[in-house]
């Protein structure tokens, strides 16, 4: 099977910049792409999520972009502040149904420095 | 709104025993998965189930099984531990949407 990956394994940032975590995607066929943050010692919380027919998509404080013809994707979060210390794992949704069945990618720890 | 809880929350389990890892939605969803999660990997499907009554493989079933009685639970069974099953487990659920997780049982087989 196709699997989502390629993350940077850490990314520092300093308190009040902006952050950009990538992911890219191979599965050509995948039409959800899902962010979730997960911080240490619990389950992974959903962030924003994007579907193929868009490009662009943005939340609270955070924005997905999905570039298809070369399989990125990119979470951006404005004014990182201390409690967006965590892993992100951008996720692919390969069963637009009932019951998706998400591919993770190995995730990027950001860690905000004072 | 509790979401989901999993139970245990840890434990340490000796090789060749059998295990029942719970986990119970109270949103009324109706499609439940299981996941683990090893040092330095993201997540991995161990099975999922659509609705109440149905359920199907993941990406990593082998020495897993679960069963879906009614629409809040969704139990997943070790049959008889290896210790390439220790991990952190999560029990996630969504409707047609983002799926929510649980706040995951650490799994120890020695």
């Known amino acids: 099977g196709e699997s989502v990956g390629l993350h940077l394994p850490t990314l520092s940032v300093q308190e009040g910049d902006n952050s950009i975590i990538n992911c890219a995607y191979s599965n050509s066929a995948s039409d959800y792409f899902i962010w979730y943050k997960q911080e240490s010692g619990k389950g992974p919380q959903f962030i924003i999520d994007i579907r193929s027919n868009m490009d662009k998509r943005q939340g609270q404080r955070v924005t997905v972009l999905l570039n298809k013809t070369v399989k990125h994707l990119s979470l951006q979060i404005a004014a990182t502040q201390p409690g967006d210390s965590a892993v992100y794992f951008c996720a692919e949704n390969k069963w637009p149904g009932s019951a998706r069945q998400l591919t993770f990618g190995s995730g990027t720890q950001l860690t905000v420095l004072p | 709104i509790a979401g989901i809880t999993q139970a245990p929350t840890s434990q340490i389990l000796a090789a060749g025993r059998r295990m029942t890892l719970r986990c119970t939605q109270d949103m009324r969803h109706n499609a439940m998965y299981w996941y683990r999660q090893d040092l330095g990997l993201g997540l991995r499907l161990i099975h999922y189930?659509?609705?109440?009554?149905?359920?199907g493989k993941g990406e990593v079933p082998d020495g897993y099984s679960v069963s879906r009685a009614n629409t809040d639970d969704f139990p997943l069974t070790l049959a008889s531990a290896v210790p390439s099953q220790t991990s952190v487990y999560f029990c996630?659920?969504?409707?047609?949407?983002?799926?929510?997780f649980g706040p995951g049982t650490r799994l120890t087989v020695l």
């Open positions: 189930s659509n609705t109440a009554g149905t359920t």
């Open positions: 996630a659920s969504s409707e047609g949407g983002e799926q929510f």
